[in-house]
């Protein structure tokens, strides 16, 4: 055996019959290195050691960490009580302006036809700018609450500030978190969406378009003009969205002899319903409902003009019976007439709109029947209202 072999099992034999422990340090020579066991002696020291050093110092960084955590969880707080008054501020706009019934404009290069109606216009116009110049500023003072009370909550957080210092509190991090929850705020409560649909309501109003004019129309033999005998022009207007079932029709007289309010109109309407080609009823031709008189709508006069600005044919769905229409057509033929200073009629035009009503109970309407024709005698006029 090697001598220094021999030397380690004789000094390990020494030790075992000693009955002493394996020291805590044991010197290795043959790699030149000192290995080190931790004995209890050794961590009951080091234990003692770190209880004499009292808690460790926060260092700066965690310090800004903890500041800036504290303002997130605040800053979350105050969005969250924002957001539902945000959407019921947005939810009572929308349901006043969803009440909103947008003006009429005739469609037509006659100036003195193309003001007509601007007072409406007008009023509508204002009308919006109220209602949406309300509702930007309570949410523009809903987001200057929420910002200034999330600044507020940063200064209480932040160090004392220096004179140069910059931003909400004079702290890069706080600053920051501050500005960041100023664009959330922003873009949730809308303000850039609520200048958007002030525009587009504004600019809502329902175009009617001339449907018929008696200009170049001729008497039933071809050799008369219609407004030598009328005195006159008869132009009908209709318009309106198609998919809401409600019409809306402007009749006008042009006067080219005496006044305007020497004139008035009248009209009656036939109402069919039908599924297919079938008819279902018939109403026969009755006065049209008219507000004052039946059969005589309300007039204004504008310059050589006299106007009916409501002669459109109606479906009540509010009525007991509309259910009873679903899958069904309302077929309405109007007449519409002049009538002179003496009561009698000058001309008219008849025309014809119908309705559709789906199976579950939606409304729509067209115009139907080609193009309106010139009436020269309107007998049915003539015969409903005893003229």
């Known amino acids: 055996m090697p001598r220094h072999r021999r030397h380690a099992a004789a000094v390990s034999l020494l030790l075992l019959a000693a009955g002493c422990s394996m020291p805590s340090m044991v010197e290795a020579t043959s790699q030149n290195t000192r290995l080190i066991e931790s004995g209890p002696s050794v961590a009951a020291g080091n234990d003692d050691q770190l209880a004499g050093m009292g808690e460790p110092a926060i260092t700066h960084g965690a310090l800004n960490r903890s500041r800036t955590r504290s303002l997130n969880a605040t800053l979350e707080d105050i969005l969250k009580a924002t957001l539902p008054v945000v959407a019921r501020l947005h939810g009572e706009l929308t349901a006043v302006t969803d009440r909103l019934v947008p003006p009429e404009s005739l469609a037509t290069t006659d100036a003195n036809l193309r003001a007509w109606g601007q007072a409406s216009r007008d009023n509508y116009h204002a009308t919006v700018d109220v209602i949406y110049d309300e509702a930007h500023k309570r949410l523009q003072s809903l987001a200057d609450s929420a910002l200034a009370t999330a600044e507020s909550q940063a200064r209480m957080l932040a160090p004392p500030r220096a004179p140069l210092d910059t931003g909400a509190t004079g702290d890069p991090s706080l600053d920051t978190a501050v500005t960041s929850f100023d664009e959330v705020v922003d873009g949730a409560v809308g303000l850039r969406e609520i200048e958007t649909r002030h ?145 009698k009629v000058l001309g008219g035009v008849d025309w014809r709109v119908e309705f559709q009503v789906s199976t579950g109970g939606a409304l729509t309407w067209q115009l139907a029947g080609g193009r309106p024709k010139f009436d020269p005698y309107c007998s049915e006029v003539k015969a409903v209202l005893g003229l």
């Not at 008819?279 to 031709?285: E, F, H, K, N, Q």
């Not at 509010?318 to 109007?334: C, F, H, K, N, S």
Request: charged content about 30%.
């Open 199 to 343: 525009q587009q309501d504004r600019s809502r109003q329902v175009d009617l378009f001339e449907i018929f004019s008696t200009f170049g129309s001729k008497e039933p033999d071809g050799t008369t003009d219609a407004e030598a005998d009328l005195k006159g022009r008869i132009l009908l207007f209709v318009g309106g969205d198609e998919t809401l079932g409600a019409p809306r029709a402007v009749l006008a007289f042009r006067t080219d002899a005496g006044e305007p309010d020497e004139h008035r109109f009248a009209q009656v309407t036939r109402h069919r319903v039908m599924r297919g080609p079938t008819i279902v009823s018939d109403l026969g031709w009755r006065a049209a409902p008219m507000p004052g008189r039946a059969g005589q709508p309300q007039t204004e006069v504008l310059d050589r003009y006299l106007v009916a600005p409501r002669v459109e044919p109606a479906v009540d769905r509010t009525a007991p019976g509309y259910d009873q229409l679903r899958d069904m057509r309302v077929v309405v033929d109007i007449q519409s007439a002049v009538l002179g200073a003496d009561g």
